[in-house]
């Protein structure tokens, strides 16, 4: 018997991605974001949503471009200030003492100590209610060589990118691995 | 220095939820999906993408509904098995032996043994490319009274959620606590 806990932006895991992007004056911005998610494969694209109120809200529309740097567990402390703060008030990679690197594929930056990242280019804008959600196809992905394991593809254990339990707002780390997919299944049915 | 590894659907972590639907025949089903994510507070809201191929995506457009239901690490075999068998071939919660029981606010059945479910109201349809947005209103969460922590919101520690690694196809479970959100990083600026 389960138990109603009601209509809650409810549902484990969630990512805790870095959204770059730059401002009218070219002001690097980084605001960390839940709500996203890869959402197609051809062409690859990963979407994110974000309140009109956010500084980064406008850069997107402005410059149709964002990237998505994925934080590791070290940078836990940084990642909560990114999504606390607003670009409309500080510079926060100087805050956070985080490099700005500008992408090479589209009109965007992103965090340079985040050992993965992806560069966007805007495809779509769906506004729901409260968030808009921005769709953007991914030109390419960049890796620290240093976390990338077998066929050149990163390792998520060498990476040790954040989890984020909305509602109860928890930060976790990767856990141990489960198994392989399209594999661990294939005796049922 | 990053290495280019092109554009691919690659970030980590990505959710493992299974999407329930019932067919025209009112035969329940049970899809796994990787490609979701919550993506509106107001109304709350979750997305997940699927293919026009998938017996899933003829189920949402008909019923307008669907469920998300979060399994635990426990039941890795059968979430694997849900995202490789379809629903045009055979009932696959008989075959996982996983119990489909009725939405109390939607049309579309959840799977009873995972700890965790969402039912959603379909609201908007996104056609992106290979994958099409299906964006649901979460008109209720339910979740076992076992993994309920504080304030009575689930625990993602008790749930223990897949994390899945796109590209290099392995699944994992949740790790060691990292740190409380909107508190860790209030030292910086």
Not at 29 to 41: E, G, L, Q
Request: proline share 7%; hydrophobic share 40%; glycine share 8%.
């Amino acid at each position: 018997m389960k138990k109603s806990i009601g209509p809650r932006t409810m549902a484990f895991p969630t990512p805790v991605w870095v959204v770059g992007t730059y401002d009218a004056n070219d002001k690097p911005n980084a605001m960390t974001a839940a709500w996203a998610s890869i959402c197609c494969s051809k062409p690859p694209c990963v979407g994110v949503s974000l309140r009109k109120a956010t500084y980064t809200y406008g850069n997107i529309v402005a410059r149709q471009a964002f990237t998505i740097s994925v934080p590791s567990e070290a940078h836990v402390r940084e990642v909560d200030y990114l999504g606390m703060a607003s670009g409309k008030d500080v510079n926060k990679f100087a805050a956070a003492r985080l490099t700005p690197t500008a992408g090479k594929m589209v009109d965007a930056p992103y965090v340079e100590e985040f050992p993965l990242v992806l560069e966007c280019k805007l495809l779509h804008t769906l506004e729901i209610g409260l968030h808009t959600l921005f769709i953007g196809e991914i030109l390419d992905v960049k890796a620290d060589e240093a976390v990338l394991g077998e066929k050149g593809f990163p390792d998520i254990e060498k990476v040790r990118p954040i989890i984020f339990g909305p509602e109860i707002r928890t930060y976790h780390g990767i856990g141990k691995f489960l198994g392989q997919a399209f594999a661990v299944g294939k005796d049922i049915g």
